[in-house]
């Protein structure tokens, strides 16, 4: 009898099996946002006159761009399976106790800003050894943050001024230098604002960090399954109270902005804005249940969002309607960001 001899054919893995261009970019979790970027550009740029133009696009990234950086910090969080309903009266937290060191204390503007950072990095570690300890929803334990921040902005504000706001602070040491950092404009006559390099900046850090480090192979596994990722030895504590702490830091980055282009603070700034930061990161592609997502898709949704703020007015429309548009853009996000996972997901297998 006959012994064949001859070598079996190689079966296929799967993993190295290749994967299509368009398969690949249906994977990314921005590819749904750019796609709503290019039709809303489209669609504003149709309907008005200056939209398309460089100061129509200076309008619309100043819009963008404070959002912007908060939506990529939030996107990291989103990604790491948390929220934080706080970092909106953060803004006005932040801008106030700026306000409050340099008119109220004297101190230089450029000492004031690393103290703020600092106080708004343990309002993040609190929040997050509160949700690591008691095993509380982040969303809980971040919603009495916000109202004890909002209850105090209202009520020190009151107290220490009479009114419910800072006033005087480019009469301060160090204000016009740090103003040129943070707050000023370039590329006259159409005047950019210099928060959008700022924006650009955290963008391309974050995308650094969840891309290219191990910190950022962390946070994807702790927004995962943080079991799993605990058992392989992920921190999983010490890598979401960081989060929690960048978060509060990009709140205070962006009211120490807002109070050197105003040149005043409002107890009440930021309060609602959380919503719109988590809106963008989600429009960018992030998952609510954590473990997915990407700092240019939140950027992507931010500009989106920023887009419609500017073309609202630029149509000539009553700025009610940007309510409408907010929650047409969300739930439309989340379809196409679902279907499109989905699509991928059936390509893969």
């Given amino acids: 009898m006959a012994v064949d001899t ?6 296929e893995d799967e993993r190295s099996a290749q994967v299509s261009i368009g398969t690949r970019l249906l994977q990314r979790p921005e590819i749904g946002a750019l796609m709503g970027a290019v039709l809303v550009f ?3 740029t149709l309907i008005t ?19 912007g950086i908060m939506a990529v910090a939030v996107s990291m969080l989103m990604i790491g399976g948390e ?46 050894l509160l949700v690591m300890r008691t095993g509380l929803p982040s969303f809980i334990v971040t919603l009495g943050t916000f109202f004890v921040l909002r209850g105090a902005n209202a009520g020190v504000t009151l107290l220490l001024t009479g009114t419910v706001r800072v006033d005087g602070l480019p009469a301060a040491d160090g204000f016009s230098s740090a103003e040129m950092v943070f707050a000023s404009t370039f590329g006259a006559p159409y005047n950019f604002r210099v928060t959008v390099l700022w924006w650009i900046l ?19 596994a702790v927004g995962g399954d943080a079991n799993a990722a605990r058992n392989v030895g992920v921190p999983v504590a010490a890598t979401k109270i960081g989060l929690f702490m960048t978060t509060a830091m990009a709140g ?3 009211g120490i902005m807002t109070a050197l282009r105003l040149g005043s603070v409002q107890a009440n700034e930021g309060v609602g804005r ?75 297998r």
């Fill in 274 to 348: 959380e919503f719109e930061f988590i809106i963008a990161a989600v429009v960018g592609g992030c998952l609510l249940t954590g473990g997915f997502g990407s700092a240019v898709g939140a950027s992507i949704g931010a500009l989106i969002m920023g887009m419609a703020l500017a073309g609202i007015p630029f149509a000539g429309w009553d700025s009610n309607w940007r309510f409408l548009f907010l929650g047409v853009i969300l739930l439309l996000a989340v379809l196409v960001n679902n279907a499109v996972r989905k699509r991928a997901e059936g390509a893969r």
């Fill in 42 to 44: 489209a669609f504003f």
């Fill in 49 to 67: 006159d200056q939209f398309g133009s460089l100061a129509g696009a200076a309008r619309w990234t100043d819009f963008a761009a404070t959002l």
């Fill in 202 to 220: 955290a963008a391309a850090v974050a995308t650094w960090v969840l891309t290219r480090t191990r910190i950022g192979n962390w946070i994807y």
């Fill in 83 to 128: 929220f934080d309903l706080s970092a909106g009266v953060m803004v006005g937290s932040s801008g106030l106790v700026f306000g409050f060191l340099i008119t109220e204390l004297g101190l230089n503007a450029w000492l004031a800003i690393p103290v703020v950072l600092a106080l708004a990095a343990v309002v993040g570690m609190a929040n997050g």
């Fill in 6 to 11: 001859s070598t079996p054919a190689p079966t």
């Fill in 252 to 254: 205070a980055l962006v």
